[in-house]
């Protein structure tokens, strides 16, 4: 476990993934998601913390003892969205009062973590363009979906964007492929997200997934080849060869055929 702290108050929770997890399909695209990097989110007031997903239980129990070391509670928690590898870990925190953005539902039920809904109790629904105060933090969430129908972006104090899974990446810099949701549209909206995500003028852009991105330019290299292999599979269909659809070297991604072949998979439910 890394921290990095982007301000006193504002810490990033860095995990590398269990190289030796495999890779076992637990259903609709999500994977064992021990095999990935991981970030958890901590936003501080004092002795409290709002974090920005869960992650799994294991990553979610060292940030909780971390924060414990430190005199420090987790009094709420955002879900990006509602993959198990985002959700499991809130079982840790069964005080806490979670957020999610409204359709989450579906994908919920999907989730294998779907089990254990006992501390849904103290839960949230958000809407596009809601506003959370923490402390003396200013919180603003939307919808920007494509990953999944309720994925959200948040804006911490004007100054960090956290995108959930709408960019991925491995610890290391590489690149995954965008994976598109199962839901009707998701490839049309994952491109529109991604173009409204280019709108936006932050410089420290945190992900589900990998490092945070510092600086427009690399930043804007990241969307724009989530953006061109997006449209190039809008365009081809579900016979697009991979090598047709990627921008850059096959060797600057990870899992590259699988994430394409999930894909495939996907736009072939949409269409039929």
């Avoid at 399909?25 to 998601?33: A, E, K, M, V």
């Avoid at 079982?91 to 849904?120: C, P």
């Avoid at 995108?163 to 009707?184: F, T």
């Avoid at 852009?205 to 804007?220: A, R, S, Y």
């Amino acid at each position: 476990m890394n921290i990095i702290r982007l301000k006193d108050d504002i810490w990033v929770y860095s995990f590398d993934s269990d190289e030796s997890a495999d890779l076992t399909t637990l259903g609709d695209g999500i994977r064992n998601s021990a095999n990935f990097d991981a970030n958890i989110m901590a936003i501080i007031d004092n002795d409290n913390a709002l974090l920005i997903d869960s992650s799994i239980q294991k990553y979610a129990y060292q940030v909780k003892n971390d924060l414990k070391e430190k005199g420090i509670t987790v009094k709420s928690i955002i879900f990006s969205h509602f993959h198990t590898d985002h959700i499991e870990g809130r079982v840790i925190f069964q005080d806490a009062h979670f957020y999610g953005y409204e359709k989450y539902e579906d994908n919920f039920k999907r989730s294998r973590s779907s089990e254990n809904t006992e501390n849904f109790v103290r839960f949230t629904l958000l809407k596009n363009g809601d506003k959370i105060k923490f402390g003396h933090h200013h919180i603003k969430v939307f919808n920007l979906p494509g990953h999944t129908a309720e994925s959200l972006i948040t804006i911490i104090d004007r100054q960090f964007l956290h995108i959930g899974d709408l960019l991925i990446m491995n610890n290391a810099g590489k690149y995954y492929l965008p994976l598109v949701g199962i839901e009707q549209d998701s490839l049309e909206n994952y491109i529109e997200s991604l173009k409204k995500l280019q709108e936006y003028s932050f410089s420290t852009v945190i992900l589900g997934h990998g490092p945070v991105l510092m600086g427009k330019n690399q930043i804007n290299e990241s969307i724009e080849r989530n953006l061109y292999y997006l449209t190039k599979l809008k365009e081809i269909g579900a016979n697009a060869e991979i090598s047709n659809c990627v921008k850059g070297n096959l060797d600057e991604y990870i899992h590259v055929n699988e994430y394409h072949q999930q894909n495939l998979n996907n736009i072939t439910k949409h269409y039929n």
